[in-house]
């Protein structure tokens, strides 16, 4: 089966929607959701959308803000780019309807760590849902936008795959997940809006639908990606049995959280000067420190010296999940953990979102863009999903048409149903405790090494599964998040020093001049596996 559409928009989370609002006024848009519209990790998001809107705080202050935290390896001008829109986008989803909590000066803002003033605009303690539910409720409604839920791509068609001599992306290869019917859509112009990888750890503050998806389509399709080194740790993830993923917002230190040893002992003053209120990678890596050093489980974070009713009006979320499982976050601290939450580097783009191949674009957490740098400060990555998806409808709103031309259908003539479905989920388990052992918050040059030869062995059965069996939607994520897997630890292999979020023991310095760490592909064509042949 055949679909067309004006653009292609591969994930359905903040850079995705608002992506196809903008696009859909002119165009006929095709929005991809793996699960459903409000299964993505926007929609997670606690905290809130970081821009300068109070006549206290400046553009120059965030921008210096962004860059202490990246490490000094941001990108000045995407830096500069994102700040200075970033009222500009908050505007537009005011537009849309997003109703962000108020206070009687205004809009309310709150502070996070690595921040030097109040400007995280928020909708109490669930902006993502908020800004989700919004968004979703307009693109339901737009008949302009083709929504399908429950697929997922399994890779880019470019020119290469259609039998022309150029490289252009012309739409991509789909798995229907309720029919396993590939389609083949096409359309002039793609958008990767896949969101980022954190399923590859064992523990992961990310949905089930981070498993670095566009990352791998893009890097097989032959674009550049960089900084994949770079994985934000969240510090503080809610540590108990029956909690899957849950999150305690930056928030929580940014109003007095306070971080402390099972015996009541505050101990962040003695890793940093800004104690709570360091960057996530500080904060992360001091907690780490402690629950290696004394063997803990987890620590706590206690907020409980504030008033319930301010409790109850800032963090009704985070209040009411942890009441549910026996936490009075008024009376008593909360047990947390590091968890994966943020993948900073990714496909590699420039201001107007457009990767090396023509026609392919990115936004949000897939995407290389420079903001963040070597560690992403707290509440920027909803604003530079807003502006990145709006730099790429822009660019794509002033192209010319273009002709698709015949695209190849998928053949699954040579392939088999699997036999054998359990090597699936034994090889995603396997890969994610091996990342969490040895690529996770604290790394040396052996374990990175030992990864790395796991991750081979791992390529080599999950390529050869790919290649001789039906694809299923379980199969195609095992096989992206490999990839994203084996670009992690290539990058923190070329990475000689610690900086931002790569802390290497053997190299603990961190060199005089900052360098993205760029992968390129090689430019010899790699054949393609039974499955994905086209005919």
């Given at each position: 089966m055949t679909l067309r559409f004006?653009?292609?928009?591969?994930?359905?989370?903040?850079?995705?929607?608002?992506?196809?609002?903008?696009?859909?006024?002119?165009?006929?848009?095709?929005?991809?959701?793996?699960?459903?519209?409000?299964?993505?990790?926007?929609?997670?998001?606690?905290?809130?959308?970081?821009?300068?809107?109070?006549?206290?705080?400046?553009?120059?202050?965030?921008?210096?803000?962004?860059?202490?935290?990246?490490?000094?390896?941001?990108d000045p001008k995407s830096t500069r780019f994102v700040v200075e829109n970033g009222r500009r986008a908050i505007e537009w989803l005011v537009e849309q309807g997003v109703p962000f909590s108020?206070?009687?000066?205004?809009?309310?803002?709150?502070?996070?760590?690595?921040?030097?003033?109040?400007?995280?605009?928020?909708?109490?303690?669930?902006?993502?849902?908020?800004?989700?539910?919004?968004?979703?409720?307009?693109?339901?409604?737009?008949?302009?936008?083709?929504?399908?839920?429950?697929?997922i791509a399994i890779d880019l068609i470019t020119g290469g795959k259609a039998g022309l001599p150029d490289n252009r992306c012309y739409g991509a290869y789909v798995l229907d997940?309720?029919?396993?019917?590939?389609?083949?859509?096409?359309?002039?112009?793609?958008?990767?809006?896949?969101?980022?990888?954190?399923k590859v750890y064992l523990y992961t503050t990310n949905p089930d639908t981070s498993t670095g998806d566009g990352i791998a389509m893009a890097w097989r399709a032959g674009c550049r990606v960089a900084n994949m080194e770079f994985i934000q740790?969240?510090?503080?993830?809610?540590?108990?049995?029956?909690?899957?993923?849950?999150?305690?917002?930056?928030?929580?230190?940014?109003?007095?959280?306070?971080?402390?040893?099972?015996?009541?002992?505050?101990?962040?003053p003695a890793h940093d000067a800004r104690a709570e209120l360091a960057?996530?990678?500080?904060?992360?890596?001091?907690?780490?420190?402690?629950?290696?050093?004394?063997g803990l489980d987890c620590v706590y974070l206690d907020i409980s010296h504030k008033p319930e009713a301010f409790l109850a009006e800032h963090?009704?979320?985070?209040?009411?999940?942890?009441?549910?499982?026996?936490?009075?976050i008024a009376r008593e601290p909360i047990p947390v953990v590091p968890a994966a939450h943020y993948t900073c580097g990714g496909i590699v783009t420039d201001q107007r979102a457009r990767t090396d191949i023509p026609g392919l674009y990115v936004a949000g957490e897939a995407s290389c863009t420079g903001l963040h740098g070597a560690n992403r400060l707290a509440s920027n990555s909803l604003l530079e999903c807003l502006v990145y998806s709006e730099a790429a409808a822009r660019d794509i709103l002033a192209q010319e048409d273009v002709a698709l031309p015949d695209l190849p259908l998928w053949d699954a003539s040579r392939v088999a149903?699997?036999?054998?479905?359990?090597?699936?989920?034994?090889?995603?388990?396997?890969l994610r405790r091996f990342m969490w052992d040895y690529v996770g918050i604290v790394r040396t040059t052996k374990r990175l090494q030992r990864a790395q030869h796991r991750i081979r062995l791992l390529k080599r059965e999950i390529e050869e599964f790919y290649s001789h069996f039906r694809v299923s939607h379980d199969l195609i994520e095992l096989r992206n998040l490999v990839v994203t897997a084996d670009l992690i630890v290539r990058c923190a292999l070329?990475?000689?020093?610690?900086?931002?979020?790569?802390?290497?023991?053997?190299?603990p310095e961190m060199l005089p001049q900052a360098r993205n760490t760029v992968l390129k592909r090689p430019s010899r064509q790699t054949p393609q596996p039974a499955s994905a042949t086209t005919g």
């Open positions: 004006d653009v292609l928009i591969i994930g359905s989370g903040l850079a995705g929607q608002s992506a196809a609002l903008r696009l859909a006024q002119t165009h006929k848009v095709g929005l991809l959701s793996k699960r459903t519209l409000e299964d993505s990790a926007s929609g997670w998001a606690q905290g809130g959308i970081a821009a300068v809107l109070d006549s206290q705080d400046s553009p120059e202050a965030h921008i210096r803000d962004t860059i202490t935290a990246g490490a000094f390896l941001n108020r206070d009687e000066a205004g809009y309310h803002l709150t502070r996070e760590g690595g921040h030097s003033a109040r400007r995280i605009i928020h909708v109490a303690d669930a902006t993502g849902q908020a800004v989700q539910d919004t968004l979703t409720r307009k693109v339901r409604r737009h008949p302009n936008i083709t929504i399908l839920e429950r697929h997940s309720d029919s396993g019917d590939v389609l083949t859509i096409g359309a002039p112009h793609t958008l990767i809006a896949t969101g980022g990888a954190g740790f969240h510090p503080t993830c809610l540590y108990h049995p029956q909690a899957k993923s849950f999150l305690i917002s930056e928030a929580v230190r940014g109003e007095g959280g306070i971080l402390r040893l099972p015996d009541g002992t505050r101990f962040m960057p996530r990678d500080v904060v992360a890596r001091a907690i780490d420190f402690e629950m290696k050093k004394r963090f009704p979320n985070i209040k009411a999940r942890c009441l549910e499982l026996g936490i009075d149903d699997p036999d054998e479905e359990i090597v699936i989920s034994h090889n995603w388990d396997e070329q990475r000689r020093e610690s900086r931002g979020l790569h802390f290497s023991r053997d190299y």
